[in-house]
């Protein structure tokens, strides 16, 4: 694996550790906190779930408008924004990194996909690269490019306090249907080591003949953690597991100036630690042990070796989803 934080950067490491150290320290007392309040959070949440009744969808179309790897002529990012449409409305999962690159912006434009055509707004979790870029989670306003059209007040369906301006706000605190028959699993939270106690929402939808489709965008609270909600909340067996499940095991997407952002961030362990090759077994176990029948991997937060390994050894008919790409479920 290349460095995580370039020789470049030692030096200076080297030099400002008498404030770094302490820092860390700070830091490595309050990521314990989070992760103790999200280990109960996320328990009385699961606990308290009462299931509900999913609509059963004809069909479930997903677009993809941004994710790392794409189709020729359409941009790769390391950003996810997914567009799902059914028989009962449309509904955009996430926007990227909004106006700060121009990945969503051209490919909606070359699909022929704007505001038009969407009956709401789903943000998975307020980072970046699914909010709409770093200015939109430094002023917690979720940002899409002027391209696509305006809102005009259309519900966006947030996990955690923020603005989206255009929209008419709605912070979901648990499980519940959206629209389009699209439902969510409620915030699971997932203490962060730098990024502090982060909430995200999962979709999840009943496909006819089919079964349950779930859907992350960064999966920080694990997909073994999601499932375990949608279970709790449907006893329709899953058929299709798709998203991000943040594997960046031998290097990140989105470096910066030699610092692999991914790898140090987002990843649940103290910044000392790696996501290993360990974790992933841990983690295909589990998916074989769900038995999804299909899997659709995002590669904006996990390694093409991670992605290589997951496609040899998930069970499931398995697949990495490109940008450009419409997937029928
Ligand atoms: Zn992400
Ligand atoms: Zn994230």
Not at 181 to 187: C, D, K, L, M, Q
Request: charged fraction near 20%; proline fraction near 6%; hydrophobic fraction near 40%.
């Amino acid at each position: 694996m290349p460095f995580r934080i370039s020789p470049f950067w030692w030096p200076v490491l080297g030099v400002a550790s008498p404030i770094i150290l302490p820092f860390l320290a700070v830091k490595n007392k309050r990521f314990k906190k989070n992760c103790g309040i999200a280990l109960d959070l996320n328990k009385n949440r699961i606990d308290n779930a009462e299931p509900f009744e999913l609509p059963e969808l004809e069909f479930l179309e997903l677009t993809i408008l941004v994710e790392e790897k794409a189709e020729e002529g359409y941009l790769g990012d390391a950003g996810v924004s997914y567009l799902f449409r059914t028989n009962l409305g449309s509904l955009l999962f996430d926007v990227g990194f909004g106006p700060e690159r121009p990945a969503l912006a051209h490919n909606a434009a070359k699909l022929g996909v704007n505001m038009d055509q969407v009956d709401s707004l789903v943000i998975s979790h307020l980072h970046p690269d699914h909010m709409g870029g770093l200015k939109a989670s430094l002023l917690n306003n979720v940002s899409l490019p002027k391209e696509l059209g305006l809102p005009n007040g259309k519900p966006c369906f947030l996990p955690a306090k923020s603005e989206a301006k255009g929209f008419e706000c709605e912070q979901i605190d648990s499980p519940q249907l959206l629209n389009a028959g699209i439902a969510s699993t409620g915030p699971l939270a997932r203490g962060l080591f730098f990024l502090g106690l982060t909430e995200e929402q999962a979709l999840f939808a009943h496909v006819k003949n089919k079964g349950v489709v779930i859907f992350t965008g960064c999966g920080h609270p694990t997909i073994e953690l999601i499932v375990q909600m949608v279970k709790r909340l449907s006893n329709i067996d899953i058929y299709a597991i798709g998203g991000g499940l943040h594997f960046p095991v031998t290097g990140g997407r989105g470096n910066r100036m030699g610092i692999q952002i991914q790898t140090i961030m987002g990843t649940g362990k103290p910044v000392w630690q790696k996501i290993t090759d360990d974790d992933l077994s841990n983690t295909v176990a589990s998916l074989n042990d769900i038995e999804p029948k299909k899997v659709f991997l995002s590669g904006h937060d996990s390694c093409d070796h991670s992605l290589e390994r997951m496609k040899h050894e998930l069970n499931a008919e398995t697949e990495v989803l490109k940008a450009g790409v419409t997937y029928r479920l």
